[in-house]
Each structure stands twice: as structure tokens, then as C-alpha cells.
């Protein structure tokens, strides 16, 4: 049986303003945006490629804005990305050369901490 994680929840204090953060300075696809009830926003966003997507909203997760840490993509060239986030106006870290890959991190502006990785060849 296939398990594919295509859902990720990410607890923020301002939805418009992670949504802006997502869409206009990280990239990201804004799938959704529903006003279920007053108390239900769902609003879906997904990287460029990915099968997986983050929710956010209200009433979407029970948990503290900025407590999701951990978050990781993956992408194929590394400063390419970092120069992408830097452009759109995302404060990330300086590239982290380590053996099993090499790292960009960012957080949203709650804190939800992010991680991009070019992985190494293989052999």
C-alpha cells in the first residue's frame, strides 16, 4: 500500500501575511483559499514541483505559531535557490557545506524554521 504525505500543517498568526510571505517572497503556488466558516480558513500552498503542500489558516492546526521546525526542500542547485530567496527578500543563512548536503535555512515570520538541501551525488 502507497502512503504519500501530500499535507503539511503550518501554525501562523496572520494568515494574509504568510500567505503574502509564501506566494510573493519564497514562491510557492497558492492552490486554496476557502473561508469556510468564520472560524475555518484553509488556505493551500505548495512549492514549485512538489507533491506536497502546506495548509494554513484558522482552525487548521492546534498548535503555537512558529513551533513547526524542521521543514525541508529539496532542490538541485543550491545558489540558485539562495539567490532566489535572497531576491524575493527572504533573510536566509549563508550556505552550509556539510557532507550529506549543503543547506540553506530560512524561518517565516512566525519562526517556522525551514531547511533547503542540494543532496550530493550519489557514489
Known amino acids: 500500500m502507497d502512503m504519500k504525505l501530500e499535507l503539511v500543517a503550518v501554525p501562523v498568526s496572520d494568515v494574509d501575511r504568510a500567505k503574502a510571505f509564501y506566494t510573493d517572497n519564497v514562491g510557492f503556488n497558492a492552490d486554496h483559499d476557502h473561508q469556510v466558516t468564520d472560524e475555518l480558513r484553509f488556505v493551500q500552498l505548495t512549492p514549485p514541483g512538489s507533491a506536497c503542500s502546506i495548509a494554513i489558516g484558522t482552525g487548521i492546526v492546534n498548535a503555537p ?43 517565516d515570520p512566525d519562526g517556522n524554521a525551514w531547511a533547503l538541501q542540494q543532496i550530493p551525488p550519489r557514489g
Not at 79 to 88: D, K, M, T, V
Open 65 to 107: 505559531p512558529g513551533s513547526v521546525k524542521g521543514l525541508q526542500l529539496v532542490v538541485a542547485d543550491i545558489e540558485a535557490a539562495h539567490r532566489q530567496l535572497s531576491e524575493g527578500g527572504v533573510a536566509v543563512s549563508d550556505i552550509d557545506d556539510l557532507p550529506w548536503g549543503r543547506f540553506v535555512y530560512f524561518t
